[in-house]
């Protein structure tokens, strides 16, 4: 059985589809005092339940919600529950970085634990430092090949480079750039640990002037680092800027922002439900759970 939660109505009744199972309708109400009720009628006794839910904001509505799901499931007697959760929120806060802070992508992992998860999916987590904090099996799949098969199809590149927006997306942009065998650069971004000030060096290691440009990174959260980046290429003299990212976390008005500043396309894959979500995570997904279930 596939029970999509709330953040993830239309992910999970695509994955359930692509599996060939039953799905069942998880009801969400929100009390005037921000507290939510999970209903699931249905018998889920010896049933394998996957539970499809994102936890991008409100992270931590959306992680107790999976939570009662979780919770649901295991009282009810299912033989085995998989949680997929596209979008690992706190995976940031794998460490302390300064003292007296907690580390919570460690308590999310416990709580999860408590629940005796065997298996877990998940895509592109910001942190593979996170998924130590885990007992269970985390499948930590990577939508990269599509974003980069997607940009080959449908963006008709020329002289394309994949560029990322700091060192830390090295790898990704690698990846990307030997799909659509292109070269890439990252940028050096720094930031104020105390203040979460940005800046990001004006040099560029590569010439991108009259290219067409492929800004890639995991997430969009503010927005402020992409356009940063915008900015910089744009006085490199690039060619057309697309931007690319598997978990778009902006709300809509920043999105637009992000548009405002002239790119020719914006396109992350739809472990988030937003209007720049244009490619689809359940076949990847699917096959994964199709491997875990047949265990």
Do not use: W
Not at 59 to 88: H, R
């Amino acid at each position: 059985m596939v029970l999509p939660g709330p953040s993830s109505t239309q992910l999970g009744r695509s994955i359930a589809s692509c599996l060939n199972v039953e799905l069942v309708n998880v009801e969400l109400r929100t009390f005037s005092d921000g507290e939510s009720k999970i209903r699931i009628n249905a018998d889920l006794s010896e049933k394998k339940c996957i539970i499809v839910q994102s936890t991008f904001p409100p992270v931590d509505s959306n992680y107790l919600q999976t939570l009662m799901m979780v919770s649901y499931c295991k009282s009810s007697g299912a033989a085995e529950v998989i949680p997929v959760i596209p979008y690992m929120g706190y995976a940031r806060q794998d460490r302390s970085f300064l003292d007296g802070e907690v580390v919570t992508m460690s308590l999310i992992a416990k709580l999860f634990d408590c629940f005796g998860i065997k298996d877990l999916v998940t895509i592109d987590i910001h942190s593979l430092k996170a998924l130590s904090y885990f007992q269970s099996n985390i499948v930590n799949l990577t939508s990269i090949p599509l974003l980069a098969r997607y940009a080959l199809n449908n963006l008709e590149l020329k002289n394309a480079v994949v560029v990322s927006p700091d060192q830390g997306g090295s790898d990704r942009v690698k990846l990307f750039a030997d799909i659509i065998k292109s070269p890439s650069l990252c940028m050096r971004k720094v930031r104020d640990r105390n203040t979460g000030q940005i800046a990001i060096y004006d040099d560029l290691d590569l010439d991108v002037a009259g290219s067409d440009i492929i800004i890639l990174d995991d997430m969009i959260s503010s927005g402020g680092t992409i356009m940063k980046a915008i900015e910089i290429l744009k006085k490199n003299k690039s060619g057309r800027i697309i931007v690319m990212c598997v978990h778009a976390l902006s709300d809509e008005s920043a999105l637009d922002k992000l548009r405002k500043t002239g790119i020719f396309d914006l396109i992350s894959t739809n472990s988030i439900p937003r209007s720049c979500s244009k490619i689809d995570l359940s076949d990847e997904i699917s096959e994964k759970l199709s491997t875990i279930l047949a265990k």
